[in-house]
């Protein structure tokens, strides 16, 4: 503690960002500040503070700052590093679901439309989130049969394509073959845009007419699918609430907590309908609900598209999230504190549901405390191991009989799942089946990134754990020796008996069938044996389909690049129809029937 009262005389009165370390030398905590000096010491003054707070300030052994030019900077910059660094006692949303979005692809002289959960700068018209039971292809399905839009990726150039099957059943108007000029391409693509910002109507009565003609030419399959997609219409027109203007887009956000455990509800309005509502639990260590509130919004909106308007609690740093859009997103967005009317009720029903949240998730989040960070605690304590395990990596081979021989690396932060950091090898100087041989190839190659400028990319970790028992646990030993490694612990565990096997010891380690320590363990072997065989399989299949395409006549090089790059696995393309073969660039209905018939036999 000298040393961080030391550093606290020394505090600027700056804004900037603060970074809390463990004994270890690991970021527990980010935060921001408008002025550093008054912030840091705030943490170690004597005074009340929430449960969760003085947990996590029990655990600081160190600190840093960052000076930034303001408090926006700061408030990007402290994003930007609880992505890095995953602090524990940050907001972190593992829970958060990606909603799909329909995407206008705005760049292209005849636009396309497609389903994308990404939300990129680029020009296009972003439509949704699409949640609460509505179907986003059915929707794109409606787009695509009302307005003969495209929904391919099909590039349009001076030299006319074959046309594709969705021309010849009249779902596409066919730009990429000429069928349709640019102009009247364009009025297609308007109404498309004018339906999926709620116009509905129109498209409901359309879909009726087809629906009643499909019947009376006893198409009756036909007639069941319009009255499915009206349905489907009839679900998001019943969500519009007509108290709130057409044109207004919002979402409203609402915060509640505990002292330990905290939650979020964001309630989800575009064009006036209720789009549904999406729940977080958070497990973090804000001195304020303000800080809490914020930074919530910004690591949110980091994957969500932000609508005109926000709709929060009077509490919330409202001008500094507004500036943050405005500065560093580059929108332009309402953050209002709503006191009356519609917004001010919708307001009150997302602190009921996050209220109602918490209170059915604080068990959860005990539960996943106990499979998580103190299933790690207790490791280190079963095991000895000098630190703490916060990052653990676990290896994996997967071949038959020698080919395609490789391997996986899967990342676990404080005992969860980080699937951003996966990473996958191809064994490439092993000859035949070799487990121990190819386990030290790619942990070679693995920790001789260790010390160089890859090591941002791949950093170290305090535990490897092997699958496997002594054998493979002293080849992948030799390695740690050959490279000097003394600062990375290394274990194996050993499916059979499950049984886990140290460099300190000769005898395994047996740890109870029902202590979360050693189920800790075994979701990280099971989750590195499952990534290395679908990458297994998704390799040695598509070598397969590649080998069984060149056997078809009238298939050639280019034809199999579009049709593996669409179905990748001999599975998909066995399970597709011809119809839907031919929708592939190049692949006309006959060329399709030929493959389907080959795949048949």
């Known amino acids: 503690m000298d040393v961080i009262k030391e550093k606290l005389k020394l505090l600027p009165d700056s804004p900037g960002v603060y970074i809390m370390l463990d004994k270890y030398g690991n970021v527990i905590y980010v935060g921001k500040a408008r002025v550093l000096k008054n912030r840091v010491r705030q943490y170690f003054h004597n005074t009340p503070k929430p449960q969760k707070v003085m947990q996590m300030v029990a655990n600081i052994a160190d600190f840093n700052y960052i000076i930034t030019n303001s408090e926006i900077d700061a408030l990007a910059l402290e994003n930007n590093l609880i992505k890095k660094y995953k602090p524990k006692y940050n907001i972190l949303l593992k829970d958060d679901k990606t909603y799909p979005y329909i995407k206008a692809d705005m760049r292209d002289r005849f636009p396309s439309f497609y389903i994308t959960r990404k939300i990129k700068k680029d020009g296009g018209r972003y439509f949704g989130p699409f949640m609460g039971g509505i179907n986003c292809k059915d929707i794109l399905e409606v787009v695509q049969l009302l307005f003969g839009v495209r929904l391919c990726h099909t590039s349009v150039t001076a030299k006319p394509k074959r046309e594709c099957l969705n021309y010849h ?56 699918d319009y009255r499915n997609k009206i349905s489907m219409l009839s679900k998001l027109e019943a969500k519009r609430i007509t108290s709130i203007n057409k044109v207004i887009d919002a979402d409203i956000i609402a915060y509640a907590t505990n002292n330990l455990y905290s939650a979020v509800n964001v309630l989800v309005t575009r064009k006036g309908i209720m789009q549904g509502a999406s729940s977080f639990a958070l497990d973090e260590a804000h001195i304020s609900d303000a800080e809490a509130l914020t930074s919530f919004i910004t690591q949110y909106y980091a994957t969500h598209e932000p609508p005109a308007e926000i709709v929060v609690p009077e509490y919330c740093e409202k001008l500094l999230v507004s500036q943050f859009f405005k500065e560093k997103l580059g929108k332009s967005v309402d953050i209002t504190a709503a006191k009356q009317g519609v917004k001010a009720e919708l307001l009150k029903m997302a602190e009921r549901n996050a209220h109602d949240y918490l209170e059915k998730s604080v068990d959860k989040i005990r539960h996943r405390d106990d499979m998580t960070v103190n299933a790690c605690k207790r490791l280190q304590q079963m095991l000895g191991l000098v630190r703490y395990p916060r990052r653990m990596e676990c290896y994996d081979i997967s071949n038959v009989s020698g080919v395609d021989k490789v391997a996986s690396m899967v990342v676990f932060i404080d005992g969860e799942a980080d699937r951003t950091q996966y990473r996958r090898f191809k064994i490439k100087t092993v000859e035949g089946a070799n487990d121990f041989a190819s386990l030290q190839e790619v942990l070679l190659r693995r920790l001789s990134k260790l010390g160089t400028d890859e090591e941002e990319r791949f950093p170290k970790p305090d535990l490897i754990v092997i699958d496997g028992g002594k054998g493979q646990l002293s080849a992948v030993a030799e390695i740690f020796g050959q490279l000097g490694v003394t600062d990375i612990e290394l274990i194996s565990i050993a499916k059979q008996q499950e049984e886990i096997f140290t460099l300190t010891s000769d005898d395994a380690v047996k740890i109870p069938a029902r202590d979360y320590a050693l189920r800790m363990v075994q979701r990280i072997r099971d989750e590195a044996h499952r990534f290395a065989i679908t990458y297994f399989r998704n390799l040695h299949s598509k070598n397969m389909l590649k080998s069984e395409l060149e056997k078809i006549e009238g298939v050639g090089k280019q034809r199999r690049i579009a049709l593996m790059e669409r179905y990748s696995t001999i599975d998909k393309i066995m399970s597709a129809e011809a119809e839907d073969i031919a929708r592939t660039h190049g692949i006309s209905l006959k060329v399709a029937k030929a493959i389907k018939d080959y795949f048949s036999n």
């Open 169 to 224: 059943i009249g779902r596409c108007t066919a730009p990429c073959a000429h069928k349709i000029n640019e102009e009247e391409y364009g009025l297609r693509v308007k109404k498309a845009l004018n339906f999926l910002d709620g116009d509905y109507k129109n498209a409901q009565a359309v879909l009726e007419q087809k629906m009643i003609a499909a019947a009376e030419g006893e198409a009756f399959e036909l007639a069941l």
